[in-house]
DNA sequence: CACGCGTGGGG
DNA sequence: TCCCCAAGCGT
């Protein structure tokens, strides 16, 4: 890794804050610089694309325009928001902190990247990308940009998937940000590291810190950054069981830890919670199993009927869920003081928050009842 | 520190 | 289909 001279430091700022003051891509968040404002849009951006984020924001700054509005805000609300976009913990934390900062700061925001990470959900990157945008403070924000440009500028090979690097990176950033204008700065890295400077194709050629580029200038550009793999996700099977009565479709909400906790989706079952050796079991052998299970469970009788055609599947960051349907069709609505759930009618499909694999069974199951 | 935690897009 | 990537954080 090289050092570069104070005139080298200056000469990089004032290109990249040239090159964005012409080129910075016109989004939501940048209308102004309200700490609100910056704060949804990063959270919201946290291993998510800006093109995924660009909807949400605007609805979720439509339903609650403000700090005060999301302290307060039904947490059913609040999920309703978020659903679809994922890590849904996230507005969970958003909202703790929004009640922090009305109750612990009067409901005026913390100015430092030190303070900021104070609040629920707030980490190293946040707090830096609030301080430097809303409060002009001179922090780094090291988010996966910044890994990936600097890197390569500076030809750093320290692994980035290890927590360690980060105080590495923050280092460096630290001698050449720009102190007059951190904010600035900090996006022009991110909008530098999302058109020329991507991860798979770059464009360095035409990028304007093109000469700034040791990397690029070496012919090898494509070496950083240095990330060590992560595991593939691992197969995990599922029973969906869909159970209609007269009044609509039994849902069940998730409980609050663990994947998509808070949500609602039909009944799901795990096989391996089924029996020891459901692995070496027959799907039928299987289906008698849920049948008992649940009627155990819940005290509804059922008789359930396997749906045709391949499993629903759905890929998370460690598990790909291999979901088979069940069927099955109640005369009258049950009792459901046994079941942690609810009846909910389709025409009230949009009052519950529903992750993602939910309006994958869903989808599946319309189409195999229109035949 | 290693791992759990969603989803969509592109090669 | 699979793999990697995308403005990370909490535990």
New binding site residues.
Partial sequence: MQQWSPEKIKAFQTTLLTWYDREK?D?P??KDHAPYHIWV??IM????????VIPYYQRFMATFPTVADLATAPEGELLKAW????????VR?MQKAAQQIMDDYQGDWPQTAAEL?K?????????G?IASIAFNEPVPAV???AF?VFARLFEIDADIA???TRQLFYNVIKEVIATDRPGDFN?AI??L??SYM????PDSAHSPVRDFNQAYLDGKELDYPV?S??P??VPVNYFALVIKTPTGYLFEQRPRT????ELWTVPLLKWSDLAENAADLLLPDLVTLVTQQFTENTQIKLALGLLGGRPV????????WLITLLYAELAVTPELSYFPGKVVAPADFATIAQ???QLKIWQRFEQISEH
């Fill in positions: 891509r989004l968040w940048r849009s990063e951006l946290q291993q998510t694309q800006v093109q995924t659903a679809g976009l994922g890590y849904y913990s996230r934390n990470e609040l629920a959900g707030i980490g190293p990157y946040t707090a990308a988010d996966g940009n990936r290890k927590p360690q996006q991110m909008d590291g999302s991507t991860a798979k194709n990330k793999k992560k593939r996700p663990g994947m998509l906790g599947t759905h890929t998370f960051t460690h598990q790909k992750p993602k694999v």
